[in-house]
């Protein structure tokens, strides 16, 4: 049984890379595709969230071959999927065929909400009153009385530096 890291990266504006590491950094095997549907490439187990199936293609040869991959911690099987889907959103984006982004910001949706020259904005808030432009009164802010101090302590017990470091050794 192989043991080992896993790498994903995009190369270029289309093409994943995935890439199956020794723990010695050497390369074990590799992947690389251009396809945006990843599920011909990566393959989930039906009954489990940290099993997969890679389809490991050579460039060189367009050999093909089927690996199973088990992930110890459901938190890495989640960042591999994630990182997979950040492939595909990339790439969409990088190739202009992302609409989701287009609608965002699409121009024919935009309003102008900017103040025209010389229009002025007011606001009334309920239970402030500026009357005749007077400067708001200064005080303690946001409306809080202020706290009590906290009560002493009780004659006979040990201050809080007396008690630092001590411990109580059982008889």
């Known amino acids: 049984m192989w043991t ?3 790498r994903i990266w995009m190369e270029g504006k289309d093409k994943c890379k995935i890439e199956l590491v020794n723990e010695d950094g050497t390369l074990f095997a ?14 989930r187990c039906v ?3 940290r099993f997969f199936a ?5 460039e060189n040869t367009s ?7 088990h992930f ?18 990339h790439s969409k984006i990088a190739n202009g065929t992302d609409d989701s982004q287009k609608s965002l910001f699409s121009s024919s949706t935009a309003q102008d909400f900017s103040l ?16 005749s432009g007077a400067a708001p009164k200064k005080g303690f802010g946001g409306g809080l009385k202020k706290l009590a101090p906290p009560p002493s ?19």
């Open 47 to 49: 009954d489990s969230s």
């Open 63 to 69: 050999q093909k071959a089927m690996v199973g991959v």
């Open 153 to 171: 302590q009780a004659l006979g017990a040990p201050s809080s530096g007396s008690l630092f470091g001590a411990v109580s050794q059982p008889q």
């Open 116 to 131: 025209k020259q010389g229009e002025k904005m007011t606001l009334n808030i309920k239970g402030v009153s500026n009357e």
């Open 30 to 43: 590799a992947s690389a595709f251009k396809d945006l549907n990843y599920d011909k490439y990566v393959q």
């Open 72 to 89: 110890p911690e459901r938190n890495d099987s989640f960042d591999f999927i994630q990182a997979m889907n950040d492939y595909v959103k």
């Open 54 to 58: 890679l389809v490991l293609v050579n």
């Open 4 to 6: 080992g890291n896993c």
